[in-house]
């Protein structure tokens, strides 16, 4: 991994988040030396996509913090959270929200558990645990579609607080790409779609959104 590589993560988070701090700075640039190494040992990113994980895993993750932002103290749930996305990039923006990470397969916590305590992250708690088994409650529930929206609904909805302090109502914020038609049909809950290609310009996001499922 390049100095050239490392700086090239670091100028996209400024492009589109430009009042991130030099610590933050940092933290992003480490990410992708650190995901190589460790996708060398467990495969948590296709070994063909990890040189795209700048946008198509950082990036992506924080296409959340362009619908809402996260207040200082409140408590955030990723589930299926892989190799921590969107948990990871999450938690190095907003530094001050508690992160919980779950996966019910443990050697993709290892690495969560590693990256984070490698790049100094205070904020985020990664367990092995299936989402219907997590017990607590969250001001948001965050994925990058692990499953269709109904079945996941299902695992999450009773895990939101009731209580809202942020500039939107408490609930889901999942991450999906395509034609999400027949899968909202499906859940037949209120929604809004977000489209990151109008707060992004990379190719990559053309088709990707963030519903949003209020609870």
């Not at 991994?1 to 490392?6: E, F, I, K, N, R």
């Not at 296709?46 to 994980?53: A, F, Q, T």
């Not at 909805?157 to 395509?178: E, F, P």
């Not at 037949?188 to 190719?203: I, N, R």
């Amino acid at each position: 991994m390049t100095q050239s590589s490392q700086t090239e993560i670091s100028n996209l988070i400024l492009r589109y988040f430009p009042n991130v701090t030099a610590t933050q700075q940092q933290q992003f640039s480490q990410l992708l030396p650190l995901y190589r190494d460790w996708n060398a040992k467990i495969n948590v990113i296709s070994r063909k996509d990890i040189d795209n994980l700048a946008v198509n895993h950082v990036l992506h993750s924080l296409g959340i913090a362009k619908f809402v932002s996260f207040n200082p103290g409140a408590d955030i749930l990723d589930v299926g959270t892989g190799g921590g996305f969107p948990g990871i990039p999450l938690a190095i923006l907003f530094p001050q929200t508690r992160f919980h990470l779950v996966d019910s397969i443990g050697k993709k916590i290892t690495v969560v558990k590693n990256v984070a305590d490698a790049i100094g992250l205070k904020n985020v708690r990664a367990e092995q645990i299936r989402a219907e088994q997590i017990k607590g409650e969250y001001d948001f529930i965050v994925s990058r579609a692990v499953t269709r929206l109904k079945e996941f609904y299902g695992w999450v909805h009773r895990k939101v607080k009731k209580q809202s302090t942020h500039s939107v109502y408490n609930g889901i914020l999942y991450l999906k790409g395509g034609d999400l038609s027949e899968e909202l049909s499906e859940l037949g809950k209120p929604h809004q779609l977000f489209d990151l290609s109008s707060v992004f310009t990379e190719e990559f996001f053309e088709t990707k959104k963030v519903v949003y499922i209020p609870l």
